[in-house]
Structures are given as C-alpha cells and as structure tokens.
C-alpha cells in the first residue's frame, strides 16, 4: 500500500488520467438507455398545452412489463394446443410450466428489481410468472427513474386534468422492459354499458319477453333461451371477472332473490390499493353487478364467482395477470375498456391464459362499427379511445344482439344484432394492428364486409338488450350493452367445461 500510494503521489498526471477515463466510462454507461415503444404519451398530449405538473411527493402505482422468452416457441405450442390433429391438443400448461418455459429469466427479473429499488422506487408486488413488477414511488422518483417529465393537461373531452409524460420513458439498455404502464392517467377503465333505464320507466323499444319488471331479460330467461332442457349448472366451475369498482352483496343477494337462484359464492380478490367499497358512480357498480348477475343466471350452480377488483384507478395489466397466475377460474370475462391501444405486456397476458386452457371474453363495445385505420376517430386501435383489448387476438370478443323469446321463460325465437333507436349498437370491425388469424383464413368474408388481412371482430354474440339488474345498493334498472354478453358466454363456457 506504501508502495502504491507513494507511486501515485509521483505520477499524479497518470492518476488523473485514469480518473478521467473512468469518469468517461461511466458517463458512456449512463448514456446507454433506449426508450420504449410508443404508446406512453396520449396522442392528444402534442395538440395541448401543459396546465402545470404533477406535485413531486405524488404516490404512483405503476406496472413495468418485461418480454417473453422463446416466443416463437410459444406461438408453434399455441397452435398444437388447439389443433385437433395435434398429439398436444388440450394439454394445458400449468402456470409454473408456463414460467420455466417461457417467463422471463430469474436474473432478468432481480435486475429489473435492483433498477427500480435503485431509483427510490418500492415494489408493490412480485408476479410468479414474472411478466410483471408492480411498484410505486413518488413523482420525482418515477421521473428520475424513467426521465420524463410529468405534466398536467386539460382533457379534451373530459371536465378534469389528466397527467402524462412528455417523452416515451427511458430505461438501461441492458434491462429486459417491454413498457410501463401507470404514467398517464388519460382515460381510465370504462364500463361497456351504454345506457340504463330505471325499473319505473318503460323499457325503449323492443323485446318484453322477459320475466322481471317491464318484460325485462332476468334470471332463467336465458338458460330457457340458449340451453333449454340442458341440466349443466357449472358445477365444479369458477368464473373470474375484470372489474374496476366494488359491488354490494345484498345487491346480488336480492337478484338472486327476485330470479328465483340459488346463492353463488362470492370471492373478491382486491387488487392496486383497493378496498372494495363502490365508488359511487353508478354506471361502475352497475357494471360490476350486471357482470355477477348475468354469470349466476347462465350458470346457477358454478362452485364460485371471482370478482377481480382494483378501483377505477387501477392498473388492467395488474388484473389480468393476477387472473392468469392464480389459475383458478377457466372462464374469464371482462366487459370494460381502457385506452393506450395494443399492449405487448397484455398480449403476453392473454397467451399465457391460452397455454394455460382460460377463454377469456371481452365485450366488443357499444359505439357501432369501429372505422379503419389506428388513428381514425372510432378506431378499435386508436389509444385514445377506451377500446383495448376488443381486438386482441388472443382471446374471444362478443357482441351484441337483441333476443326475442316467446315470453317470460320462454323458448328462443329470433335474434339480431343489437342496435338501439338512436344508438350505436354492437361494437365490430376490424383491427388495424392484428392481422388476420387462423381460424378466420380460407372463409369468404365479402358478405359481411369483414377485412382478409386483419382480424374481424366480434367472434361471438349474445342478448345485450332489455337486461334486468339490481345495483347500487337497491336500485333496479334495465341495461344494454355488450356487457351483458361477455359474461353470459363466460357463464356458457362453464357449462360446457362441466360437461367435458
């Protein structure tokens, strides 16, 4: 040490030199980062003007993704899975073989854990299939971490202030991140209801064919609808549902009263900080009822509903992957939207929910047919509208019909597709992201004006008309909507997973 210590005292310039270049190394370190994909700016942030910026001590939830390994693999297994001819057909993964197989690397993993520990940030939870870390931290971290800025806007079509980035977040280089997602909160999760009718008004035009108040659809309506003389109840069957809100369990408890059910079990699973208790916005906590009613009348004997709850906050990725890496429910079903368009970490999501034999629905929206094009103004891939994922190829999206029946109780008779006086009706189109999967290639799709390039939407369809529900703590009303459908053919899936 003597020796080494005397040898820089005579050669400072040398000692200098080498602290230089370290100096060097480390700013070149420092500078290899790249910034994400699109998709964390709103669009609409670069036609605004900030109003101001976030305070600094915010609190944020944010949900970092990170990519799948051996993703072809995982596609070729896909396609075996279900492929008839396939000696892999329907030999589901459980979820630890889906991780040792295609998760990202343990390493990968803590590395991204030591970055966001480093930047100040704490992580919220940790993912066993490892697609996701969920972590929270203040503004000034969150910017210190991701090198953006966060500033307020003025929403263009909303009476509030929303936040953003102002550049796409930046992260190392070596670091396996796919996208962030929590740095905006542009448009939050929406219910696809499209309008409720209180139970002392008259129904709108159409169907009263059913046995609740006003001819509205309730209950055994559409078991003697769609599955008359069928026994199935989804005995031995689990139901999941997306949710962004809370319900009232005497709401359930009364529905079940009034149809003449059995009561269902009810499990909630809260998620992203939230305690559950309804919001107070009536067209959230009737979402979250509809969902649970429309399940236990399809399938009034199923062992349990899981209702998947973060609040209208919350984080989609969160859900979904919780979904996935719980196991338990083979039919999922989500009847709410969100904006930011296609999502990588989302579809990674869905695959897994494939390999792992979940269908997952999703209501195909309300808005009418969506316009091509990814930035069109009714796009189904424009992020700026709440519409994702109802083109995801990954799992199964429903429409909506109007359902005429021979009266309360009664046998199916017609059906068509939903489109209300004065409404929009049934969301359906075709993607401008996706294209065209397997099992929509080798069909004529001249008729219905469906696109030979990109994925066509709805794969479905059920009733999405004169719907009777009770929520919001007593209140009875009738609803439309592509969100009854998606939870009635998770319900009918449930039967036909009892019977296999």
Request: aromatic share 8%.
């Amino acid at each position: 040490m003597d020796t080494d210590s005397h040898g820089c005292g005579n050669s400072y310039h040398s000692c200098l030199c080498i602290l230089l270049l370290l100096v060097v190394v480390f700013s070149s370190m420092a500078a290899e980062e790249k910034r994400l994909s699109r998709g964390h700016v709103p669009p609409a942030v670069k036609h605004l003007q900030p109003a101001g910026a976030l305070p600094p001590d915010r609190q944020l939830n944010l949900a970092i993704g990170l990519p799948l390994r051996n993703r072809a693999g995982l596609t070729n297994l896909l396609a075996a899975i279900y492929d008839p001819a396939s000696p892999n057909y329907r030999r589901f993964l459980t979820p630890q073989e889906f991780a040792a197989r295609f998760a990202p690397t343990e390493a990968e993993y803590r590395a991204v854990g030591a970055f966001v520990r480093a930047a100040g940030l704490s992580v919220r939870s940790e993912h066993s299939n490892r697609l996701l870390l969920s972590v929270s931290g203040t503004v000034a971290d969150v910017e210190k971490a991701f090198h953006v800025t966060l500033r307020t806007y003025r929403h263009p079509d909303e009476k509030r202030e929303f936040f953003a980035p102002d550049v796409e977040p930046a992260v190392p280089e070596n670091l396996s991140i796919a996208d962030v997602c929590g740095l905006d909160n542009f448009r939050s999760p929406r219910p696809r209801i499209r309008q409720i009718v209180q139970s002392t008004q008259s129904p709108p035009a159409g169907p009263r064919s059913g046995s609740a108040p006003g001819g509205r659809y309730c209950g055994f309506d559409f078991r003697a609808a769609y599955v008359p003389g069928v026994s199935l109840s989804g005995s031995g069957q689990v139901v999941g549902l997306v949710q962004f809100d809370g319900f009232y369990a005497t709401d359930i408890a009364a529905y079940e009263v009034q149809a003449g059910l059995s009561n269902v079990t009810l499990q909630t699973v809260l998620l992203d900080g939230f305690d559950g208790i309804p919001t107070g916005t009536n067209i959230n906590n009737g979402e979250v009822s509809l969902d649970i009613e429309m399940v236990i009348s399809m399938a009034p004997g199923l062992d349990k509903v899981i209702v998947y709850e973060a609040g209208p906050d919350g984080i989609p990725n969160d859900v979904l992957n919780r979904m996935a890496t719980d196991n338990t429910a083979r039919q999922l079903s989500c009847s709410w939207g969100w904006s930011g368009g296609p999502s990588e970490t989302t579809d990674q999501i869905f695959q897994q929910m494939a390999a792992q034999g979940q269908s997952f629905f999703c209501a195909s929206g309300d808005d009418g047919a969506y316009t091509s094009g990814v930035d069109s103004v009714n796009g189904v891939d424009n992020p700026l509208l709440a519409n994702a994922p109802a083109d995801s190829p990954y799992i199964t999206v429903v429409g909506g019909t109007t359902l005429n029946t021979s009266g309360p109780g009664g046998t199916w008779i017609s059906e068509t597709v939903w489109k209300p006086g004065g409404g929009a009706g049934s969301g359906g189109g075709s993607s401008s992201h996706y294209a065209l999967p397997a099992w929509q290639q080798g069909i004529s799709l001249s008729a219905n004006g469906g696109s030979t390039m990109f994925r066509n939407i709805p794969d479905v369809a059920m009733t999405s008309d004169n719907v009777f529900v009770i929520y919001g703590n007593g209140t009875a009303a009738g609803f439309v909507g592509t969100s009854c459908a998606a939870p009635l053919w998770a319900a009918f899936t449930a039967l036909v997973n009892e019977q296999a």
